[in-house]
Structures are given as C-alpha cells and as structure tokens.
C-alpha cells in the first residue's frame, strides 16, 4: 500500500573518503524522476509555447505606435523617459528597473487583456492542471507542497518578465531612431550656419532666403503631416477589417 524504491550507489573504486548527497541533490532527483513517470513533457511544452511563441513572440512583431495601440502609447513613453541612461540596464531584472518594474508589468498586462485573453485563459488552465497533477505525484508534506505550489507564479511571473524584456527592446530600437533623428537635425542646422557665414550675403538677401527655407520647412512639415494622416487612415481601415 505504500509503494517506494531504495537507491544504493557504491564507488567503482573505494576510497576512505566518505561523504553524503545534499538534500538540493536528493531534491533534484526525485523531481527528475517524478518528470520521467508522469510525462508531462508534452504539457509544458504547451504552457511554455504560449508564454514564447503565442503572447511574447507576437508581441515582438507588434508596434507600441500603432494606431490600434493608442493607449498603450502613454504608458510605454513614461517608462520609456525613466529609463537609466545606461542601455545595458533595459533588461526587466535589472535592479536598477525596480521602481520602474509595475509600469511595465501594467504595460504588459494591458497588452495580454487586449489581445492574448483566449491564450491567457487556456494559459491559467493549463497551469492549474499541471499544479493538481505535481499535487498528486508528491503529496502535501511540509516539504514536498513547494515542488508545486508555486509553480503557477513562477510561470507566469516568466510570462511577464519575457513579455516586458519584449517592450523593452521595443524602446532601444525608438531610442536609436531617435537620436538618429536628433543627429539629422542637428547636423541640417549646423550645415545651414555655416553656409550662411561664409557668403557674408547681405541682411535683406539673407532674410529672402530665410523666408524662402522656412517656407519650404513649413511645406515640408505640411506634406509630412498629411503622409501621416493618410498611414494612420489606411491603418484604421486595415483594423475595421481585420476585425479589431
């Protein structure tokens, strides 16, 4: 009624040396051969393909900026405008993104409700079958409750961690278009000053053609505007289609 295995292992080649496996190594054993019976392979590589493939890895191809995430535009530029000046620190575990780590699970969470419900519900399913099957393989001892009790936060405390990591690569790649940005400009402006000091042109030619380049800025800034008008109707139009 109670079944059980004995184990004994000896040393190919004795020695004197006596010593004695640590109860993390007892632990890890008993949780590989538990995996090995059960066959539950198959079962987490569904729970860990959702996290991966279904909520993060579409989120990867899904822009902050697009009219359809208006709201989300908000949120993803005040997390964006605390971020340390240091880039290598835009990783979800860093210390220093501490204050800044709710932000960004609320971010993340939003994105989930938006577009991922489905998933996260068959998500949170799986991991309640998975905790009652872990349940019932190791019993409710003292020690044995912490193989699976919080198993369903450590999965979804990853599902949060990678969906955020998601986000925050998103703002290297704006960061890197904006100053890039920053760098055009600045290098227009300068190009500007410089031609206009070395002609020594005088002040009423000088201000004829400086009405004529704010003209053609202003234009410019018109057309953009307009272009920009004209994506953001053909990506509303897109949407209504689509479904969304």
């Known amino acids: 009624d109670n079944i059980h295995i004995h184990i004994a292992t000896v040393e190919p080649h004795p020695t004197r040396n006596r010593g004695k496996r640590k109860p993390k190594t007892l632990d890890a054993i008993k949780s590989r051969v538990v995996s090995q019976i059960l066959e539950r392979g198959q079962e987490q590589k569904e729970i860990n393909d959702l996290i991966r493939k279904n909520m993060v890895g579409s989120k990867k191809q899904d822009s902050s900026f697009k009219w359809r995430n208006r709201e989300l535009k908000p949120l993803f530029l005040h997390i964006y405008n605390h ?64 193989r699976y009790e919080h198993y369903k936060q450590n999965k979804t405390d990853e599902l949060y961690k990678r969906m955020g990591n998601a986000f925050l690569s998103e703002m290297r790649e704006y960061d890197r278009k904006q100053t890039h940005i920053k760098k055009v400009l600045a290098s227009s402006s300068g190009s500007k000053q410089k031609s206009y000091s070395a002609n020594h042109l005088p002040v009423h030619v000088s201000l004829k053609k400086m009405e004529r380049a704010f003209k053609s800025e202003y234009e410019s800034w018109k057309n953009q505007q307009h272009y920009e008008r004209l994506q953001k109707d053909i990506e509303q139009n897109r949407e209504v289609e689509r479904g969304y």
């Open 83 to 146: 971020l340390p000046e240091d880039k290598r620190q835009w990783q979800y575990s860093y210390n220093t993104l501490k204050p800044l780590r709710s932000s960004i699970d609320t971010l993340s969470e939003k994105y989930i409700q938006k577009y991922h419900a489905k998933e996260f519900e068959q998500f949170n399913k799986k991991l309640d079958q998975e905790v009652e099957v872990l349940r019932k393989a190791y019993g409710e001892g003292t020690f044995d409750k912490k």
